[in-house]
């Protein structure tokens, strides 16, 4: 067990350096090239590319970080109406079909980058193998899968906590408190 729990620790550092660093990098890409672009009257042949890569490594790792943080949309109303009991009943519940349909979406995205690697594209500005850009769509929703099976363990696991995400219950203020 303690190994699992440095493993999620690992991956949970490797989720918060791929947003952060995605974000800046791409930031950083886009002013450059609109600097060299009004004022040398030069564009950066892959800055587009890049951006958008960074942009899908940002975004799907967000996927699985606000299932880990509870940050994710919730519809809180009728769970904010019921009892405890089945408040509890709906997490477990939500926890359990979210990871069994993300572990769906993965593995359909992952033949989807199958597919592409089989064609043996590349990227025009790059030309790096397309399939290394959209690798990121599988893996987000594996480790979000992974961490609604968490919830649903903590759910079972504690009578008298919900968890809404593996580091956040239901009713506390904010998921950065935990981490």
């Given at each position: 067990?303690?190994?699992?729990?440095?493993?999620?620790?690992?991956?949970?550092?490797?989720?918060?350096?791929?947003?952060?660093?995605?974000?800046?990098?791409?930031?950083?890409?886009?002013?450059?090239?609109?600097?060299?672009?009004?004022?040398?009257?030069?564009?950066?042949?892959?800055?587009?590319?890049?951006?958008i890569f960074l942009l899908f490594g940002?975004?799907?790792?967000?996927?699985?970080?606000?299932?880990?943080?509870?940050?994710?949309?919730?519809?809180?109303?009728?769970?904010?109406?019921?009892?405890?009991?089945?408040?509890?009943?709906?997490?477990?519940?939500?926890?359990?079909?979210?990871?069994?349909?993300?572990?769906?979406?993965?593995?359909?995205?992952?033949?989807?980058?199958?597919?592409?690697?089989?064609?043996?594209?590349?990227?025009?500005?790059?030309?790096?193998?397309?399939?290394?850009?959209?690798?990121?769509?599988?893996?987000?929703?594996?480790?979000?899968?992974?961490?609604?099976?968490?919830?649903?363990?903590?759910?079972?696991?504690?009578?008298?906590?919900?968890?809404?995400?593996?580091?956040?219950?239901?009713?506390?203020?904010?998921?950065?408190?935990?981490?």
């Amino acid at each position: 067990m303690n190994l699992l729990k440095k493993l999620n620790q690992f991956i949970k550092k490797m989720e918060r350096i791929i947003i952060a660093y995605g974000i800046i990098f791409i930031s950083l890409i886009l002013i450059s090239n609109v600097i060299t672009r009004q004022f040398f009257n030069y564009s950066w042949k892959a800055a587009e590319e890049t951006s958008i890569f960074l942009l899908f490594g940002v975004t799907f790792m967000t996927v699985s970080y606000a299932a880990r943080t509870g940050k994710h949309i919730t519809m809180t109303a009728v769970l904010d109406m019921v009892p405890h009991r089945f408040k509890k009943a709906m997490m477990i519940i939500n926890a359990i079909v979210s990871a069994i349909c993300l572990l769906a979406i993965a593995r359909l995205t992952w033949n989807y980058v199958m597919d592409v690697k089989a064609l043996g594209r590349i990227t025009p500005a790059l030309s790096i193998p397309a399939w290394w850009t959209i690798i990121v769509m599988p893996t987000g929703f594996f480790l979000s899968a992974i961490q609604y099976a968490i919830t649903f363990v903590l759910n079972i696991k504690y009578k008298d906590r919900i968890y809404m995400g593996s580091e956040q219950t239901y009713g506390s203020s904010d998921a950065d408190i935990t981490l």
